[in-house]
């Protein structure tokens, strides 16, 4: 298979996890304020959310995706009525109407239904199933060797019409408004797809030899429909618009913070001890010291210090742990698990552990856990009072808003060179390649971050065993938790406990809970992202390179997986042979990753300047320029604090001066500030994709 086709199946998996529903909707009242139609955003790609859908759906087609609607169900913050490990998957057949549900971990003394939900909107209506919904029961699950099933054709009557914006599972007399269990839904490409299809509905050439026509597919009605938003330009910028609004202004009628609260626009979409030490004392930040209620939603001072977060990863009746604020740029290239990894597998690798999304693991789902998580009034966490459930509007348009974000497709690192000598010498040893191309035992970085993004390399897959082949984000245990005195564990001995990654079960070690593995971070972005590890352990890039030699990792279950790519090594072999570079090395292996980024801040730099002047909305504007000049910055701080491309640093700087002098609004000196940073660009390297 070419690597094209390589390519193309990664981005389906990734985005079928998204939702990003391009719906019109007159009157949804929790949007900050009207704005002007034309209006666009500034820090979204719209152009990148159009290719991605259509690039999904070329591949939806041809998989048969449009016959079949597989939604993966799970325990959901927000909407799950208590916590449960069950998880499962529903499987619905369009053409004839048969539904399959399996679930695993539900206690087989207890009797279970299956539900099918019609959000209705409405005044003070939410994503979560509400009286006003339309809730059909329609079987009970069958237990048999630890695994529930159930296994109906559907009544083509009794549905109605009726679109499925959720399904759950609840206990036997119970209904989802009262006490759900698990819960999963389509995706908003999904969505968007079934509202705008032609007469005919294509099948698989496998399944049916003859065509259908839509009247002979009687339930495709089920896939909810995307309220006949025309798919164009207008359309998606409008729902990327919508969705920046949100994401960094609605607060959800909760505490005061924002999705933005932590995902600053300005600050890589993350935060870090400098960032949040430039925050004023009242800043939504740090509610859990100015709100008694919440004093314990927090750690205050591992906030400050580390800028760690508290997450209830593990349920809130469990300890939470301590975790770094993950960046939202290129989720669409860099968060689809392998297929099986889990039951069932989540739809995108989300969070530190890859299980931050609640319920079918999707994008659009981690809002809901956010909300819940950081957002509420009170430790009570009762929707309606502590804070309000995003609209399905809102969570796809926050969807949309984040998935238009960054690179979305991964380099070609084999092809490309860098014009700085010790930025080059760190891409080759990445690599694990020489000058002539050939492989030698170096940093073999490539082979769990190919091309430096968050993806395992094809040698990796072949070792691991895992097909078929694709670009897919693993769970991996690279010793990480094993770290005797973190940082966290320095500062807050009692306050920072293990964490053990993916996994709700206790860990083998009686300590925690999970197995040990965490999903692999994006290195394109990662020079000014720190701190790094899911913990914040390392304060450096050079640092955390550095952790690489330590026992923890040499002893790892992911190393024993890595020495054998080569096949120079024998399984059980020293893992410190295949690393085969020395300190200086490592500073180089830090050079490339520097400029890599500093490239990537200039990309989006010139991104921003194409559309920041059409922004009226004061305060969408404002926050354009800021995250504008941010990325200047970023892009000149990464490459001085090591020397590097000193012509490229001051190109930046005239680039940022007349950016500053334009204040985001005049168009000859944003064209003059674009020539300045592609200039800049020029003397760092040319981006090169797969």
């Known amino acids: 298979m070419s690597k094209l086709s390589f390519h193309r199946r990664k981005l389906v998996r990734a985005v079928a996890a998204s939702t990003l529903l391009a719906t019109v909707v007159i009157g949804w009242p929790y949007l900050p304020e009207q704005t002007p139609q034309q209006d666009v955003s500034a820090i979204g790609d719209v152009d990148a959310l159009k290719d991605l859908y259509q690039r999904w759906q070329d591949v939806y087609v041809q998989t048969g995706g449009d016959r079949r609607l597989a939604l993966p169900l799970g325990y959901s913050k927000g909407l799950s009525a208590q916590f449960t490990e069950a998880a499962g998957q529903a499987a619905v057949d369009l053409i004839d109407g048969s539904l399959k549900v399996s679930v695993t971990g539900l206690e087989p003394q207890q009797q279970y239904q299956v539900w099918l939900i019609d959000n209705r909107p409405g005044a003070g209506q939410n994503v979560k199933p509400e009286q006003a919904d339309t809730l059909l029961m329609v079987g009970e699950l069958t237990h048999q060797d630890g695994i529930a099933t159930l296994e109906m054709a559907l009544d083509l009557a009794q549905l109605n019409g009726m679109e499925l914006d959720l399904i759950s599972v609840t206990r036997k007399g119970v209904s ?87 995902h600053p626009a300005d600050n890589n979409f993350t935060i870090d001890p400098k960032f949040v030490a430039s925050l004023p004392p009242n800043d939504p930040l740090f509610v859990a010291e100015n709100n008694p209620a ?63 999304a609640p319920g079918d693991g999707s994008l659009r789902s981690f809002a809901i856990g956010a909300v819940t998580q950081h957002a509420p009034q009170t430790l009570a966490r009762i929707e309606g009072q502590d804070f309000r459930l995003p609209t399905e509007y809102e969570l796809d348009a926050m969807e949309a808003f984040q998935m238009s974000l960054g690179l979305q497709q991964d380099l070609d690192l084999a092809s490309m060179t860098m014009n700085e000598p010790l930025a080059e010498a760190g891409r080759q040893l990445f690599l694990n390649e020489d000058d002539q191309g050939n492989s030698v035992r170096a940093g073999k970085c490539h082979s769990c ?142 050079a490339f990753l520097r400029v ?75 064209r003059k500030a674009k020539q300045y940073a592609e200039f800049a660009s020029g003397y760092l390297t040319e981006f090169k994709y797969r």
């Open 176 to 262: 989802p408004v009262e006490a759900g269990l698990l819960y999963g839904a389509p995706t908003l490409f999904q969505r968007m797809y079934h509202s705008s299809r032609s007469a005919t509905l294509a099948l698989r050439q496998d399944s049916a030899p003859e065509a259908l026509t839509e009247s002979a597919s009687p339930f495709s009605f089920l896939v909810p429909k995307a309220h006949a938003i025309p798919q164009n330009s207008a359309a998606f910028a409008k729902l990327v618009r919508d969705g920046e609004i949100l994401f960094f202004e609605e607060t959800f009628a909760g505490n005061g913070r924002t999705c933005g609260t932590c």
């Open 294 to 356: 919440l004093e314990d939603l927090e750690v205050p001072s591992l906030m400050r210090e580390l800028g760690l977060i508290l997450e209830n990863v593990d349920g809130f009746e469990n300890p939470g742990v301590m975790r770094g604020v993950p960046g939202v740029a290129a989720m669409a290239v860099s968060t689809t698990p392998e297929p099986g990894a889990d039951n069932p597998t989540p739809m995108s690798r989300l969070g530190w552990g890859g299980d931050g």
């Open 449 to 590: 971050h190919a091309d430096a993004g968050g993806n395992v390399s094809q040698g990796f897959l072949n070792v691991a065993g895992i097909t078929p082949p694709g670009d897919y984000n693993l769970n991996l245990d690279i010793g990480f938790q094993d770290i005797g005195d973190t940082l966290g564990r320095i500062l807050e001995p009692g306050l920072n406990p293990q964490d053990q990654g993916v996994g709700r079960d206790p860990h083998p070690s009686g300590v925690g809970f999970g197995t040990g593995a965490f999903n692999i971070p994006r290195l394109v972005e990662a020079a000014d992202s720190g701190p790094y590890g899911h913990d914040n352990a390392f304060l450096t890039l050079e640092s955390f390179l550095g952790f690489y030699f330590t026992p923890e990792f040499v002893t790892s279950p992911a190393a024993a997986i890595v020495q054998n790519i080569d096949g120079s090594i024998g399984p059980g072999g020293p893992f410190a042979n295949t690393l085969n570079i020395n300190n200086s090395e490592m500073s180089a292996i830090a």
């Open 596 to 670: 890599l980024n500093a490239r990537e801040n200039v990309r989006q730099a010139v991104q921003s300047m194409d559309n920041i002047y059409k922004v009226k909305r004061k305060a969408s504007h404002k926050r354009a320029y800021n995250a504008l000049l941010a990325n200047i910055d970023d892009a000149i701080e990464v490459l001085d604090a090591a020397k590097l491309g000193p012509d490229a640093v001051l190109y930046l700087k005239k680039c940022r001066d007349e950016v500053a002098r334009s204040k985001g609004k005049n168009k000859r000196r944003l």
